[in-house]
């Protein structure tokens, strides 16, 4: 489908066209899947740059409209697969998504895995002030990096 010229010497009506299916798209699963994606991890966040700067291209004119939307679907519909493989294999899990990592033991770092993570000492902090509510990792029994790349914690038990 060919929605006439350049993006940039187009009328108002003509680049309206073109951006009105973005919205209904958009609007019709803001309730659902979209608002899921919106609290996910790096990866996903990645994955919508990468849809977003495709369907760009339908909008502004400089790729074919309709492959430009069918490549769109094909990402998405990847993406899909892949979760679904991994819900089903625990291998693939690991493989796609990692597997959970201890950072913290009876309130000591283990700086090696916190380096092969990323994780800083401030970056743990931070969590640990965020999420466990704590300043002191005297008080964390276990921490982890979790496979969305979230620390959690689990606090030494007061009695």
Known sequence: MHFGTDFLQCSVLE??????????????????????????????????????SVLSRAINGSAAFFATIGSGFII????????????????????????????????????DVMRSNH????????????????????EVRLARIERSGDISFIKKRTD
Request: with cysteine.
């Open 76 to 111: 998405v519909f990847l993406h899909r697969l892949l979760a679904w493989a991994a819900y089903y294999s625990h291998s693939l899990g690991l493989l796609l998504k990692g597997a959970p990592e201890v950072i913290v033991q009876d309130g000591q770092m283990i700086r």
């Open 15 to 52: 680049s309206s066209r073109r951006i009105s299916p973005f919205f209904r798209f958009q609007y019709a699963g803001s309730s659902s899947w979209l608002q899921h994606w919106s609290c996910c991890g790096l990866a996903t966040n990645v994955l919508l740059v990468i849809l977003a």
């Open 119 to 138: 994780v800083s000492e401030h970056d743990l902090e931070e969590d640990l002030r965020l999420d466990a509510n704590c300043d002191s990792l005297e």
